[in-house]
T-cell receptor, first 107, second 112 residues
Framework: GQQLNQSPQSMFIQEGEDVSMNCTSS?????WLWYKQDPGEGPVLLIA?????ELTSNGRLTAQFGITRKDSFLNISASIPSDVGIYFC???????FGTGTKLQVIP | DVKVTQSSRYLVKRTGEKVFLECVQD?????MFWYRQDPGLGLRLIYF???????EKGDIPEGYSVSREKKERFSLILESASTNQTSMYLC???????????FGPGTRLTVT
């Protein structure tokens, strides 16, 4: 199957810092999705992107659909302890997922 | 609100046992999916289904089968469980090809 490369694999940040993570694909996608998984739970959809170049926000989260349609970015501003979890990108409406970015926030 | 439920949160089985993981969604979704999640490997698609009695192989179908006799229910079957099938199993559903998918809480399966 297709592979999504997600980076970084993990990050430790101080509370209040901004966070950036990205996802790249060898293929073109028509949809990019970003999910967050809390410990012991299933992933929950954060943001969905449907158009190249699209920039969408959801509170402190902002995601962008890359112009080439082969990448996407997620930014979290002013991180707080409850941002802890694993963040996944997904293409093609969830058929293909990235390997995840594990975020730890130090209070 | 979409609800996807999985029959067990934790399951321990012995090598060689036949294992059934059940998933039910209550929103009349067309599509249902089974993934497994392993550290460093992300979510990998095992099987999915676009309609009742229809199934498609995902990226890692070996050692698994599925059943979708009713629209709301999608079962994952491990015919003869092996230790390398110890993992977190996540079920998901979506309304159609356009809408995003919704996950259940997961089943952590340990095969000893």
């Amino acid at each position: 199957g297709q592979q999504l490369n997600q980076s970084p694999q993990s990050m430790f940040i101080q509370e209040g810092e901004d966070v950036s993570m990205n996802c790249t694909s060898s293929s073109i996608f028509n949809t990019w999705l970003w999910y967050k998984q809390d410990p012991g739970e299933g992933p929950v959809l954060l943001i969905a992107l449907y158009k190249a170049g699209e920039l969408t926000s959801n509170g402190r989260l902002t995601a962008q659909f890359g112009i080439t349609r082969k990448d996407s970015f997620l930014n979290i501003s002013a991180s707080i302890p409850s941002d802890v979890g694993i963040y996944f990108c997904a293409g093609q409406r969830g058929v293909t997922f990235g390997t995840g970015t594990k975020l730890q926030v130090i209070p | 609100d979409v609800k996807v439920t999985q029959s067990s949160r934790y399951l321990v089985k012995r090598t060689g046992e036949k294992v059934f993981l059940e998933c039910v969604q209550d929103m009349d979704h067309e599509n249902m999916f089974w993934y497994r999640q392993d550290p460093g490997l992300g979510l990998r698609l095992i099987y999915f289904s676009y309609d009742v009695k229809m199934k498609e192989k995902g990226d890692i179908p070996e050692g698994y089968s599925v059943s979708r006799e009713k629209k709301e229910r999608f079962s994952l079957i491990l015919e003869s469980a092996s230790t390398n099938q110890t993992s977190m199993y996540l079920c998901a559903s979506s309304f159609n090809q356009v809408h995003s998918i919704h996950f259940g809480p997961g089943t952590r399966l340990t095969v000893t």
